[in-house]
């Protein structure tokens, strides 16, 4: 059963304008039918008059209310929007798309993932944020069904389940690299401050590695809790140790509750310099957050200011279909359905989890992002990662990525594969 309220939500009004030299003006447009179907929610989601073996359930377990709602609408938005533009037929099979809501609580990621497999008889399903795709991964498993990981970012989660493959990111991928960046830039004493949950953890562990390997020294490291995020203790508490550095991680919708206390506490005049993985200058919310981010530099897989015609052409479609700029959660979703629509014309249509994987692993693509594969050993996501400054582009502020870093692994997959002696 789809939940109505789906279709509701991807109607949000619009709170940005897209900034037109990043926006292709020659650009065919999403046909305006796309888009009302879009809004209505019904692409790829009506009773199909098909038989059912010609249909392809798909089931997302997605945090649609809750403290990472935002991560659901963005995720679900970027894989229906690749649904509107491509069609709902492959491979001769009509795809269903079934959206649960988790409401950002992991337990019910078993319990839904069941609901899926067994009433909804899904062949596929993609999972969303990190303690949910912890959860359901046993039922994955057991019930041998392909899961196409889309938002988490965390390293251990594709760990968790042969049929697990991930489109999203890892963490480590982007701290790493802005804590090297940071040392070659002059920083020597850093202040981490991260939300208190799997992927937090993990930004957290890489940075410091990395930071603390090239002569830096970790003054504190401070966890904000995942659930209504009060930062402005812990700006303070950063602010009086004096670093010249602060490393910061969030998830997905807090961006804008951050920047704000930032700027309340006069931070963003301090001089100190605010890093990050590109979690902070959250595509959704910069259009919201004034001058308070103008020059933060993080490392990030993807920015909608990324300048290919490919993303142009992304950024517009997504602004048309929900009034909301483009992110790097709403790509996982996106590609999450390249994903599927590629393996189901590999494999003729057939969807069963040991066909499925054996297509999925080793694909490469051009997303949104730039290039992107899957590890064939390690069922993980390789992507280039930019280093990004945050702009003012016709009045908005945009990520600016102004170096490359190509074809990048999970570092801790990488660092278990050949560990250091
Ligand atoms: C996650 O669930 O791992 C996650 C969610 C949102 C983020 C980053 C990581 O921005």
Redesign the pocket.
Known sequence: MIPTSVATRLRHAPRSTPAPQLSSTNAPHLPHFLASCFALGIVGLGASSASAQDVVKLGLVMPMTGP?AA?GREAVAGAKLYVAQHGDTVAGKKIEIIVKDDASVPDNGKRLAQELIVNDKVSLLGA??????MSMAPIVTEAKVATVVM????SV?TERSPYYVRT??T?GQQSGIIADWAIQNGSKKVVSIF?D????AEADKVFEQHFTNGGGQVLDTLRVPLTNPDFAPFLQRARDLQPDTLFV??????AGTFSRQFAERGLDKTGIKLIG?G?IV?DDDLPTTGDSLLGVITAGFYSAAHPSALNKQYVSDYQKATGHRAN??SVGGYDGMHLIYETLKKTGGKADADTALAAMKGMSWESPRGPISIDPRTRDIIQNVYIRKVEKVNGEPWAVEFKTFEAVKDPLKEENANPIR
């Open positions: 990472l991560n969303g944020f990190t303690p949910t795709a938002i988490s970012g965390t989660v999203s990111f963490l939300s949950f799997a992927p937090g991680f969030l998830p997905a919708g807090q993985p979690d959250d790097f959660i």
